[in-house]
């Protein structure tokens, strides 16, 4: 299955702060409304800011989006940068969304995705003591081998997801329980 990068981009920018079940919604139609980055800057911002609404921040949303198509367009030639540099000189594209777009849509291992999950089980598992993003992908990236960076933060979003909830994980059902120092079977209360 291809993976559309700028797609990706602009579903990963609307995605800060939002579901994926609401992402997934708004952009069913905002795909077939706005077909490449052009489009998005031929429609006034209100225009835009109706249409991704209910994802939140819609207006820093909009602005980031407009943004990034507007550099996509005149210094890319419309075409997502295929490196973590040039992804993060677009508007609204730190390094959480440029490791999406390049593990994702061009299969590039450039860092570790770190999102809400990736966060909260690294502490849980104790890969990290930080709660800054970008420090805990340092520690990742020094314990993970690079060849697995991409599929080791899809697992830990799958797990994150499914199992070790934020509030209530399901220490019992989990298949790394007995390694983790944070299990509410061995603790006997809720991690942080």
């Not at 052009?38 to 602005?63: S, W």
């Not at 550099?71 to 890319?76: D, I, P, V, Y």
């Not at 797990?159 to 603790?187: D, F, M, N, W, Y």
Request: hydrophobic share 40%; charged share 30%.
């Amino acid at each position: 299955m291809r993976i559309d990068a700028f797609e990706l981009l602009i579903a990963t920018i609307l995605s800060a702060q939002c579901t994926d079940q609401r992402v997934n919604i708004v952009t069913a139609d905002l795909f077939r409304k706005y077909r490449k980055a052009e489009d998005y800057l031929k429609v006034p911002a209100t225009e835009l800011q109706q249409d991704i609404r209910t994802t939140g921040f819609f207006r820093n949303k909009t602005k980031s989006i407009q943004g990034a198509c507007k550099m996509l367009t005149e210094e890319f030639h419309g075409r997502v940068p295929q490196t973590m540099e040039e992804l993060l000189t677009l508007p609204g594209v730190a390094r959480k969304t440029a490791n999406v777009v390049l593990g994702v849509a061009y299969g590039i291992a450039a860092g570790i995705v770190v999102d809400t999950h990736v966060g909260r089980l690294s502490q849980r598992l104790r890969l990290t003591k930080h709660r800054d993003a970008r420090k805990i992908e340092q520690d990742l990236m020094e314990i993970v081998p690079r060849k697995d960076w991409i599929i080791f933060a899809h697992l830990l979003i799958f797990h994150g997801r499914r199992i070790c909830k934020a509030r209530r994980p399901l220490c019992e059902e989990c298949l790394v329980e007995k390694l983790c120092p944070s299990s509410i079977l061995k603790t006997g209360k809720v991690p942080k």
